[in-house]
């Protein structure tokens, strides 16, 4: 049976990391807007928080969206708080309708400029 899901949390931008100057100056890293969802904010629990620890990561916030494949874990999210979290894993939930992912955020330490 299919679990229904809402996204009533807030909406989470996208941007994937790409190379911001004008030519012909030097490349600079910054971020383009890829897209953009609502969410919903899941527990951080236990076992994610042992296994991102024991992978050196500190997991800020797990938001579940609706799927889409072309999203990475190269690239940057921005959710309701304003700030930059790069997404280090992605997990693909099944018996969730509408299909969803859930990506785990983790907060930047180098902030990029947003195009």
């Known amino acids: 049976m299919q679990k229904p899901q809402t996204f009533n949390d807030g909406i989470v931008k996208i941007y994937e990391v790409t190379n911001i100057a004008e030519p012909p100056l030097r490349p600079v890293e910054g971020l383009a807007l890829k897209d953009s969802f609502r969410y919903k904010e899941?527990?951080?629990?236990?076992?994610?928080?042992?296994?991102?620890?024991?992978n050196?990561?500190?997991?800020?916030?797990?938001?579940?969206?609706q799927r889409k494949r072309s999203i990475s874990?190269?690239?940057?999210a921005i959710p309701n708080d304003g700030k930059q979290y790069r997404i280090t894993r992605i997990q693909y939930p099944e018996d969730i309708t509408p299909p969803v992912m859930d990506i785990e955020l983790q907060e930047v330490t180098t902030v990029y400029e947003i195009t």
Not at 44 to 53: K, Q
Not at 56 to 65: D, E, K, M, S
Not at 73 to 76: K, L, S, V
């Open 42 to 54: 899941r527990t951080v629990g236990l076992t994610r928080t042992s296994v991102a620890m024991q």
């Open 56 to 65: 050196g990561v500190t997991v800020a916030y797990v938001l579940r969206c």
């Open 73 to 76: 874990t190269q690239d940057i």
